[in-house]
C-alpha cells in the first residue's frame, strides 16, 4: 500500500504490478497524489467532499474518478461504507505514463489512444470537476463483483496469471465507468436516438450482465414488456436487434481482454458470457477477421 504497488509472494514471486484496493485512506488525496489515478467506489453512506473550492454532498452509491492531480478533503460523512482502487496507466500499456497522457495525441500510436480510451473518464471532464457517477441496484451488484474480484487476485495470487487476471477485472471496471458515463452513448459510437429513456435502463442491465445468460424472454419478464414491442423499439433506438448488440458488446470485451491479458482463451469466452468455445471461435473470426489466439497473438503487447 505504502507504495501503491502489489508484489508476488508465491506465484510470480517479486512481480511488482501498480495496482492496489484498500478500505483504508480511500479519500485522503495525498495518497497516490501525482503517482496513481483512483477510483473510488461508496457503496452505502453519505458524505461532504471538498473539491478543489467547490463542496459536494454526495449519497452512495457512487463512483468517483479521480486522476493523479486531484485535490479533495471528505469533510464529514454518516455510515460511510467505501473502497478504492489506485492504479498507474502504465497497467494498461507500459508506454502510458502521466506525462504522456498529457502530451498531445497526434503523436500516439494506435494501441496507445486504444489503451487511453479507458482513461478517459478520468481526464475527460466538465469545469474540471471529478467524474463522479450514480449507481442503480443492478451496476452495484455488478461494480461490488468486479472489486471483489480484483481484490482478491492481488491478495491471493491464486496462480501464474493472477498479475493478467487482475489487470483483465481492472479494464471491466473501466469499461463499466465508461458505460455508466456515456449511457446514452453506444458501443463503437452508434447513434442513439436521443428519445432513449425507456431504452437506458436495458442498455445498462446488458452492459452489467453481459456474462450472464441473456434471451428476450427473461428481459421481457424483467422489463414488463413483450418481446416483439422491447425489439422493435431497442432497434428503433440502437440500429440493430437486441441479440445483435450483446453478441457485438461481448466480442468487444472478449477482444480487449485478448489484447490485454494473457489469461487462457477458455477464460475469456467464458467471462463475456459465451458457453460454446467453436461458437465464438467461428463469430470471432467472422467479426475480426482472426481466430481468437490469431487475434492475441497479433494485437496482445505484453507477447512481444
Known sequence: MEQLITVGKTNC?????????????VFDSEIGFNKRCKIVF???GTGILKIGDERHLFVGPKFF??????????????DLKAEAIWFHPSILNDTLDFETIHSSPEGFTMNQKQDMFWLE???KRQNNLAVQLDLGPALVKRAKEIISSISYELEHQRDGYWPCRSRSYLIELLFLLTRIRDSSDH???????KDSDDIDDLLLYLNTNYMEKITIDNLSKAFHVNRTTLNKR??????????TYLIKLRLFLASQMLAETTIPVSEVINRVGFNDAVHFSRIFRKKFGYSPTEYRQKNCWLLR
Open 42 to 44: 461508496v457503496e452505502e
Open 13 to 25: 514471486k517479486g512481480y511488482e504490478i501498480a495496482l492496489v484496493h484498500s478500505e483504508e485512506g
Open 234 to 243: 431497442f432497434n428503433e433506438v440502437i440500429g440493430m436487434p437486441v441479440k
Open 187 to 193: 458501443l463503437n459510437s452508434t447513434p442513439i436516438n
Open 65 to 78: 474518478c479521480f486522476n493523479e492531480t486531484d485535490c479533495y478533503i471528505l469533510q464529514c460523512c454518516n
Open 121 to 123: 473518464v478520468f481526464y
